[in-house]
């Protein structure tokens, strides 16, 4: 009975320990907006990406890695104009094995969606990014994060 309660206690423990090292543990993300105008906001969702590691791009290139990936909460008093653009840096290399050329981003990139309020109102727009890093020697397993920008008012 013991040795079935270690062995449980150590196999909860390893799966923590693998569960905080995922992707998150090395991407600090900034979510906020700017109003353009009456109706018109930019929602800006930062990521400032740790050490030698690099996060990949939307559109990666190849098959493989986890590109960035935005989902956004449905809300009825918000329209979302277009795609979400990137702004920063891209590297574009090619890596063995990828099997191709890779798309990233290493230390900052900036992820912009142009949304508009139906309406003069207090609102928020919420969602989720899910994106994985790696260096040059691994990658962490993906990671999702959740998201609520407020604009409006």
Not at 74 to 92: A, Y
Not at 121 to 145: A, H, I, Y
């Amino acid at each position: 009975m013991k040795h079935l309660l270690l062995l449980t206690t150590s196999l909860l423990i390893g799966v923590c320990v693998f569960a905080q090292s995922g992707s998150a543990q090395k991407v600090k993300w900034n979510f906020s907006s700017k109003k353009l105008n009456d109706k018109t906001y930019e929602l800006r969702l930062s990521a400032i990406v740790d050490g030698n590691y690099h996060i990949y791009a939307q559109n990666v290139g190849v098959e493989g890695p986890v590109a960035t990936s935005f989902t956004f909460n449905k809300n009825p008093l918000v329209i979302l104009n277009g795609k979400v653009k990137e702004e920063g840096k891209i590297i574009k290399k090619h890596e063995e094995v990828w099997g191709g050329n890779v798309n990233f981003y290493e230390k900052k990139v900036e992820f912009v969606q142009l949304v508009q309020l139906k309406s003069k109102v207090k609102t928020n727009v919420g969602g989720t990014v899910e994106f994985m890093v790696c260096d040059d020697k691994q990658c962490l397993p993906p990671s999702e994060v959740n998201f609520k920008i407020d604009i409006g008012g």
